[in-house]
T-cell receptor, first 114, second 113 residues
Framework: DGGITQSPKYLFRKEGQNVTLSCEQN?????MYWYRQDPGQGLRLIYY???????QKGDIAEGYSVSREKKESFPLTVTSAQKNPTAFYLC?????????????FGSGTQLSVL | GQSLEQPSEVTAVEGAIVQINCTYQ??????LSWYQQHDGGAPTFLSY????GLEETGRFSSFLSRSDSYGYLLLQELQMKDSASYFC??????????????FGTGTLLAVQP
């Protein structure tokens, strides 16, 4: 079955530690996205990539980094510079590079700080 | 800046009809879409409007007025399983060079028996 796989489902970060969230898709989609969701709030865009080896900052990119070395993969690193990382992180992909019509989401990673 | 507004909560009874409104202020508007998210789950796509008018998909319909920067999601014959958060999202495109989806803060729909 085609879809988006995020791992791990739950992740704990210690102070000063970098952690990486995995996102893999087998939908052959060009565009991939990372969103952050805080309790009772909407989704805020962290980074997005429309093509391999290229990505752009979203609205809240500070303290995060990404790479897009393969079409199928778009990992997100939460660095120690992100002072409030506790949130639900969602990865998504879309077939269209322009005029995004439909996003397919992974099941998310809940990140907490120890 | 970009902004989307939708009500924070809506309550309705089973079998009823409910309308969730969304107003937006953006540049590079390309289209308006709606997503459903059950508690703890991933958002799932419901509908998309690029042109003015009504789009119908089963019990759900979505409307867009580009001149009014306004849209709504209409849910008919409400069922208990429709209790969820509903997000409007604006698709932005800047001449093909930049393309992204910005979400509203969501409307929590509670369906009561």
């Amino acid at each position: 079955d085609g879809g988006i796989t995020q791992s791990p489902k739950y992740l704990f970060r210690k102070e000063g530690q970098n952690v990486t969230l995995s996102c893999e898709q087998n939908l052959n989609h060009d565009a991939m996205y990372w969103y952050r969701q805080d309790p009772g709030q909407g989704l805020r865009l962290i980074y997005y990539s429309q093509i391999v080896n290229d990505f752009q900052k979203g609205d809240i990119a500070e303290g995060y980094s990404v790479s897009r070395e393969k079409k199928e993969s778009f990992p997100l690193t939460v660095t120690s510079a992100q002072k409030n990382p506790t949130a639900f992180y969602l990865c998504a992909s879309s077939a269209a590079r322009t005029g995004v019509e439909k996003l397919f989401f992974g099941s998310g990673t809940q990140l907490s700080v120890l | 800046g970009q902004s989307l507004e939708q009500p924070s909560e809506v309550t309705a009874v089973e079998g009823a009809i409910v309308q969730i409104n969304c107003t937006y202020q953006t540049s590079g508007f390309y289209g308006l879409s709606w997503y459903q998210q059950h508690d703890g789950g991933a958002p799932t796509f419901l509908s998309y409007n690029a042109l003015d008018g009504l789009e119908e998909t089963g019990r759900f319909s979505s409307f867009l007025s580009r001149s009014d920067s306004y849209g709504y999601l209409l849910l008919q014959e409400l069922q208990m399983k429709d209790s969820a958060s509903y997000f409007c999202a604006v698709s932005l495109n800047y001449g093909g060079a930049t393309n992204k989806l910005i979400f509203g803060t969501g409307t929590l729909l509670a369906v009561q028996p």
